[in-house]
């Protein structure tokens, strides 16, 4: 929870002494700031926007080993993937949820499926716990996803994975941070790198984007942990070599009745035998992702026509019984990676794996997944410390984050019956009890009856969540709140834009907005969720 006055809080943190500072609130900056805090070291996070506002609210919500990469031989990175998909699904139900995997083998694959069937054979053993994929025949295939093209279908092959809401996994990770001891504020960007008298960067210049407030803050180690915009960062270091050759992966997204999977399935392009997932969740179904490197803008990118294309055909393919169109896409949306540049040919060729590396006393990082965020802060914390004076950084403790569950952990059926049986709607139940966790028994507890129905007919949105997070959630914009807290601008983007200007009358006492101010949001959440229309309506 954010309780209020954190956004002061934190400012008046930034002028007092710290060990590290971290640019950057997607989930590398927040699992190094949570790992720093866990070990006893003063530690303060600045995000330019919302916490998650860029890539990682925007990636395609897996925490899985990575099963390509087994085609590349790249084992470090998927060793370490599966490991801490394990940790992280065994210490956080409530954020990581496991999801059986549906491989079909054709005739006509690209890869055949005696080799993919290896592959998982290698997977099995990456990590201590049991993982055992099974080989099942065309008619349990079939069974499992009635709607999978049968002509050629050899066999299935199933195995584990995980998924998460990315945006919501990486709030939990900042306030698990804060909950240590941690300071962390949202639209706080970094305008200036400043230099001690070594000529090393000992501050930084934040702006307050609130209070319009400037301060400089003053470390023993500053962190740039920014994701694609690790390059921009680096250069107000006066780095002007570039590390980073983004490449980005679109995703369409389609109404769980229109593509009712019960799991995931991973198959192969019709169009260059790459692996594209068929992702069930709650809200919807997530098919995704391209790999394309990325030349344009690094804020809010869009998936190209090409790329929605390309995934509509690998749907259409897949699931011919569906019979599905580009009408039946209820959103889209693209991220960009922070892959490391080399010679790969294809972003699809480059190692996934992170890299952390000091210049002018200031540490980056770039590379790595969603998955190994709190391997990747382990490695960026340790090297933290070794610039850090003696005294400090033997006041440090050693890692505890990989046996450290995070915040309001609950298991969400057991949670969702509760509040269910509190008379709160079903629907709005389960809902809840993803996104809030056991926050969600306070969160409906203090809630007038009548606000703990949905806001419209095919909505598992209420009024009373809407508000708890606006309290609680470190809600600065009603972009946040739309688009990253219940995700409504993600899966139903034209819902939440006729939705957005009727939200004034049951929330307006919590923000305290004027009327001026509404209206600023609102044109603020239009701009924001144009950029996950379906790419017709874009």
């Not at 990590?127 to 050629?152: D, F, K, M, Q, Y």
């Not at 305008?191 to 000992?202: M, N, T, Y």
């Not at 129905?453 to 009373?464: K, M, Q, R, T």
Request: include cysteine; hydrophobic fraction near 45%; charged fraction near 25%.
């Amino acid at each position: 929870m954010f309780l209020p006055g954190w956004r002061e809080r934190a400012w008046r943190r930034l002028a007092e002494p710290l060990d590290l500072l971290v640019i950057g609130g997607g989930i590398t900056g927040a699992g190094i700031f949570h790992e720093a805090a866990l070990r006893g070291l003063r530690v303060a996070l600045v995000e330019r926007g919302d916490f998650a506002g860029g890539t990682s609210s925007r990636s395609s919500k897996l925490i899985h080993g990575g099963l390509r990469y087994l085609r590349r031989m790249q084992l470090a990175i998927t060793r370490t993937a599966c490991r801490e998909r394990d940790l992280l699904a065994l210490a956080n139900p409530h954020l990581v949820w496991p999801m059986r995997f549906l491989y079909p083998s054709y005739q006509d694959d690209a890869t055949p499926g005696w080799q993919v069937d290896l592959g998982l054979s290698m997977y099995d053993h990456l990590t201590p716990a049991r993982h055992r994929h099974e080989r099942v025949e065309p008619a349990a295939v079939i069974a499992l996803a009635p709607s999978l093209a049968r002509i050629g279908l050899e066999f299935g092959l199933l195995y584990d994975d995980a998924v998460a809401d990315d945006a919501r996994l990486v709030l939990a990770v900042v306030e698990a941070g804060m909950l240590a001891g941690g300071a962390a504020l949202s639209y706080a960007p970094v305008e200036e790198l400043a230099g001690g008298p070594d000529g090393r960067v000992a501050a930084a210049v934040v702006r307050d984007l609130e209070s319009g407030e400037t301060r400089r803050a003053g470390a023993h180690v500053v962190v740039n942990a920014t994701g694609v915009w690790c390059d921009q960062v680096r250069a107000l270091a006066g780095e002007a070599r570039a590390r980073l050759r983004p490449s980005r992966g679109s995703h369409l997204l389609f109404p769980r009745h229109r593509v009712p999977l019960e799991l995931a399935i991973t198959a192969l392009s019709p169009d260059d035998g790459r692996p594209v997932f068929a992702v069930p969740h709650p809200e919807g179904t997530l098919i995704g992702t391209t790999d394309l490197f990325h030349t344009g803008p690094l804020d809010d990118p869009r998936p190209a026509a090409e790329e929605s294309a390309y995934l509509l055909r690998f749907a259409q393919r897949l699931l011919p019984a569906a019979h599905l169109t580009a009408a039946d896409v209820s959103g889209a949306f693209a991220g960009v990676r922070p892959v490391l540049s080399s010679r790969a040919a294809t972003p699809s060729e480059a190692s996934r794996e992170e890299a952390v590396w000091e210049e002018r006393g200031m540490l980056s990082t770039a590379g790595g997944k969603l998955t190994t965020f709190r391997a990747t802060a382990e490695k960026v914390v340790d090297a933290a410390l070794r610039l850090l004076p003696e005294a400090r950084r033997d006041a440090a403790g050693p890692s505890r984050s990989a046996a450290v569950a995070l915040a309001w952990r609950a298991d969400s059926a057991t949670l969702a019956g509760a509040l269910a049986s509190r008379g709160v709607d079903a629907t709005v139940a389960g809902a809840m009890a993803r996104r809030l966790g056991a926050l969600a028994l306070p969160a409906a507890a203090a809630a007038s009856p009548e606000t703990l129905h949905p806001l419209a007919d095919g909505l598992d949105v209420c009024a009373a969540e809407l508000r708890f997070h606006l309290e609680y959630g470190a809600v600065v914009h009603l972009e946040d709140l739309l688009l990253r807290r219940v995700r409504l601008g993600m899966w139903q983007p034209r819902a939440c834009l006729e939705l957005a200007p009727g939200l004034r009358a049951p929330l307006r006492r919590v923000p305290g907005w004027t009327v001026r101010r509404w209206a600023a949001e609102l044109e603020r959440l239009e701009r924001a969720v144009a950029n996950w229309l379906p790419p017709e309506a874009a």
